[in-house]
């Protein structure tokens, strides 16, 4: 076994990198000649995104040299301060080019809108980037097509096709696509879609969300009828018990893990610009809803990093939130988009979101216990702070540079000039994460101590460096003790650890459904976009259970929900089974988490 501090080659020095960072890096963004041989090292590719981003400041005027702000942008990313989104790391200064992780694409109600639909979605996903669809425009299975006089397939028939296209395209050679698939809770197919993906073989490079309104939850909680209509005629084609739908709603949602709600009208409440439409669908991991064609840029701030003599650096935070605004601002301008009808709406709203990572790792630094009432107030305060500053720093752009061209159709209009319809989004960071070497957006830790398959082939015993510091601070620290707490996957019942460590370092799966979302719809509070959270369940959690979660989901005015039922997919990420480290016969049962994996979605499929 390797220890967590190993260092690889290929490293640079003051990095500090550790062997499965390295190894992500290796595989996905690093970048590679025509015979597959890697060409730069991690702090070339950091320079390598800094200049392409700093690049159009030679397009405005202002008080800051270029060059400066490349340095910064640079820094930023070198000290894994801030991160952005994986298209941006992998495509910045290459041909390809294209720097943004989230596209909405219309499905019209036609051939030619589906098949233009299905291949806008190939060409972003061999770009690096995720797609979401609402499919509610289709007419339902068995409803006339005029053309041949014949009858309607229905949503779920055709997005068998964009699934099965997702999964022969290889994003660069890096990954396959993902995207999000969603149907209004009054399409008269709604009954199959929430079953859709009953058998585990299909739908694999779908997450999936049913996109309910106000009127369907209060008919829910009355338990009264409710319309299914024709999207075509608008019509009513029955009326059906609406709490009967979401019975079957949420035991397949604790079946297999879909699908997840989005709720779309707390998100048009708050949609940006209403006079360009409705928001229907959001980017594959729920945190972005958008209008047709728009696209987004995210990046991350690593908060374990804004920390000085045991509090939160604010100024540090304010900082690195005024350049991390400025730095998603210009990579909407050095983008190369992969349609120009997302060229154009994204240029018109300018949407970015710039969120967090390494929450867990900032609690624990403060001493507050995740699955607490004080974790919940301070995601507040921080959001709020986070969110006040990068509406300021927007500001100032607009200032230097203009506000987006659709300012004065938006919620806005009356207030200071932006520069982006939207600032924030507290994303699933998933591998850049790992590069930054913290926790996985707003999750809890998935882990304390646990086995590290490495994409090499390679395990790893890994312990969370927080957690291992404390122990040997405090002298309870041993490699018995770590292998007990790999083993059990929880503190809770490992003896010779002090109350108070038990009570700081939970784990996702000690964190009940009421607190994970109580940290949800704290972050969501002061997010303009969405928040992607995956509220994590116990195996032997009930439906009655993931009833209750998506109902107070509705009630703390979330945006979306989605839940993970520990065992209810076969391929997890993150598994307590065997694992064989050296003897199959004498191995132990240890925690093992993929090499892609840092927290939330247990599956994989929102890692981005």
């Known amino acids: 076994m390797d220890s967590h501090d190993s260092q690889s080659p290929a490293d640079d020095s003051d990095l500090s990198l550790s062997v499965n960072t390295i190894e992500v890096l290796k595989r996905r963004y690093l970048l590679k ?25 030679n397009n405005f005027t202002s008080e800051h040299d270029p060059a400066d702000i490349e340095e910064n942008f640079y820094r930023m990313m070198r000290r894994r301060e801030f991160m952005p989104n994986s298209p941006t790391l992998m495509n910045a200064g290459t041909t390809l080019g294209q720097l943004s992780a989230c596209f909405v694409i219309p499905v019209e109600d036609s051939i030619e809108g589906i098949f233009n639909a299905l291949s806008s979605m190939a060409r972003i996903h061999q770009t ?36 099965q296209a997702t999964g022969v395209i290889v994003q660069g050679g890096r990954r396959r696509g993902a995207n999000m698939g ?7 197919d709604i009954i199959e ?65 879909d699908p997840g709600l989005v709720f779309l009208d707390t998100v048009n409440k708050q949609n940006p610009t209403p006079a360009l439409g409705l928001i229907e669908a959001t980017n594959p991991c729920g945190e972005l809803p958008l209008l047709p064609y728009e696209s987004c840029n995210l990046a991350s701030i690593n908060l374990a990093k804004m920390t000085a003599d045991g509090g939160v650096d604010w100024r540090k935070l304010q900082q690195t939130v005024r350049w991390g605004i400025r730095f998603l601002d210009n990579v909407i301008e050095a983008n190369k988009y992969p349609l120009e009808q997302i060229k154009k709406i994204t240029l018109a709203n300018r949407k970015i979101g710039l969120g967090v990572m390494g929450f867990a790792d900032l609690l624990i630094k403060l001493n507050i216990p995740y699955n607490s009432p004080e974790a919940a107030d301070f995601a507040k305060k921080l959001m709020k702070f986070i969110h006040r500053h990068s509406l300021e720093a927007s500001a100032a752009l607009a200032a230097e540079r203009g506000p987006f061209p659709n300012f004065h159709d938006s919620i806005h ?30 999750e809890p830790l998935f882990a304390v101590s646990f086995v590290r398959n490495v994409l090499s082939g390679t395990m790893l015993f890994e312990t969370n460096p927080l957690f291992e510091q404390l122990a040997k601070q405090r002298g309870f620290h041993s490699n018995q003790l770590l292998a007990e707490i790999a083993q059990k996957g929880s503190l809770r019942t490992v003896k010779g650890i002090p109350a108070d460590i038990k009570r700081l370092f939970v784990t996702a799966f000690d964190v009940s459904g009421p607190e994970h979302l109580a940290i949800q719809a704290a972050f969501q509070k002061y997010t303009d976009n969405a928040v992607s959270k995956t509220v994590n369940l116990v195996a032997d959690a009930t439906v009655d259970d993931v ?43 240890y925690v093992s988490a993929s090499a892609e994996y840092s927290g939330g979605c247990a599956t994989g499929t929102c890692v981005f």
Request: proline content about 5%; charged content about 25%.
């Open 413 to 442: 209009d009356k207030n200071t000039p932006l520069r982006n319809a939207t600032v924030n989004t507290v994303a699933p960071t998933g591998t850049i994460s790992i590069i930054a070497g913290c926790s996985s957006g707003i």
């Open 33 to 57: 000649d025509e015979h597959r041989n890697i060409v730069e090292t991690p702090d070339e590719l950091f320079r390598r995104v800094a200049r392409c981003v700093a690049a159009p400041e």
């Open 182 to 188: 969603v149907l209004r809770c009054d399409h008269p």
């Open 128 to 163: 690096g980037g995720g797609t979401g669809f609402s499919f509610s425009r289709l007419r339902p299975k068995g409803d006339i097509v005029y053309s041949t006089s014949g009858q309607a397939s229905g949503p779920v028939s055709f997005m068998t096709i964009f699934d």
């Open 547 to 589: 009833r209750k979660i998506y109902l107070m989901a509705f009630e703390l005015k979330c945006k979306g929900i989605t839940i993970y039922r520990y065992g209810s997919k076969e391929n997890q990420v993150l598994t307590f089974g065997r694992t064989n480290l050296q003897d199959r016969r004498k191995a132990p049962e």
């Open 193 to 257: 879609f929430i079953e859709a993906k009953n058998r585990p073989e299909r739908f694999t490079n779908f997450n999936l969300s049913v996109g309910v309104t106000d009127k369907f939850m209060r008919a829910v909680v009355g338990n009264t009828d409710f319309a299914l209509v024709n999207p075509r005629t608008k019509k009513t084609l029955k009326k059906v018990k609406a709490a009967a739908v979401f019975d079957l709603l949420v035991a397949a949602a604790w079946r297999t893990g």
